[in-house]
């Protein structure tokens, strides 16, 4: 079992929003404004879409966006292309003992 | 550009030996600390190990503690993964990832994975 739970699926039509949920507790998600999230196509590595919470990095789309409240942090991506459709990844600093931790992983599909 | 490409993967026997490297370019491989990650076939992501930028410091996941052993060589720009008394649980892609700053915990660059497999 993972430490982060993510969904196992979520689903939008092009030009939609989807929101994918990540909750962790107070000594993860909670206590530190560490979370990160991947993007991961088949057979590829992980690609980083959001650190730090909400910051982006260089060449990453602005329809991906990161938030968080409380244990929970979420990644949105409005305006669904096709090329989203993926495997998405959080992760969080975990503290001094655990360091990271990641969730279960959402799959993605454009419908 | 930066680049990480990791080796050594391949077929190994449950309680033997495997070593990974990956080799790190177009950046500064002593001025990041470096991690290790796995994903097991059709699972989800598990942090495995982290080294500093010179060595100093290690950690690492219970589960592979006390049997892997992470270590860099910066000279030659390469990062290692000792595993030992391999498990069928062990198998996995394993990536070698670059922490991005000292002052946060992300992964900006991951190489491309070399698979393990544990099997007898």
């Known amino acids: 079992?993972?430490?982060?739970?993510?969904?196992?699926?979520?689903?939008?039509?092009?030009?939609?929003?989807?929101?994918?949920?990540?909750?962790?507790?107070s000594s993860d998600v909670g206590g530190y404004n560490y979370v990160s999230w991947y993007q991961q196509h088949p057979g590829k590595a992980p690609k980083l879409m959001i650190y730090d919470v909400n910051k982006r990095p260089s060449g990453v789309?602005?329809?991906?966006?990161?938030?968080?409240?409380g244990n929970t942090a979420s990644l949105t991506i409005s305006g669904l292309q096709a090329e989203d459709e993926s495997d998405y990844y959080c992760c969080s600093y975990g503290g001094s003992y655990t360091l990271v931790v990641f969730g279960g992983g959402t799959k993605l599909t454009v419908l | 550009q930066v680049q990480l490409v990791e080796s050594g993967g391949g077929v190994v026997q449950p309680g033997r030996?495997?070593?990974?490297?990956?080799?790190?370019s177009?950046?500064?491989l002593s001025s990041f600390a470096m991690n290790w990650v796995r994903q097991a076939p059709g699972k989800g992501l598990e942090w495995v190990a982290v080294i500093s930028y010179d060595g100093n410091n290690k950690y690492y996941a219970d589960s592979v503690k006390g049997r892997f052993t992470?270590?860099?060589?910066?000279?030659?720009?390469?990062?290692?993964?000792?595993?030992?008394?391999?498990?069928?649980e062990d198998t996995a892609v394993y990536y070698c990832a670059r922490r991005a700053?000292?002052?946060?915990?992300?992964?900006?660059?991951?190489g491309q994975g070399t698979l393990v497999t544990v099997s007898s």
């Open chain 1, 1 to 25: 079992q993972s430490a982060l739970t993510q969904p196992r699926s979520v689903s939008g039509s092009p030009g939609q929003s989807v929101t994918i949920s990540c909750t962790g507790t």
């Open chain 1, 61 to 69: 789309p602005d329809r991906f966006s990161g938030s968080k409240s």
């Open chain 2, 17 to 24: 030996s495997l070593r990974l490297s990956c080799a790190a």
């Open chain 2, 26 to 28: 177009g950046f500064t």
């Open chain 2, 70 to 88: 992470i270590s860099r060589d910066n000279s030659k720009k390469t990062l290692d993964l000792q595993m030992n008394s391999l498990k069928g």
């Open chain 2, 101 to 110: 700053t000292i002052t946060s915990f992300y992964f900006d660059f991951w």
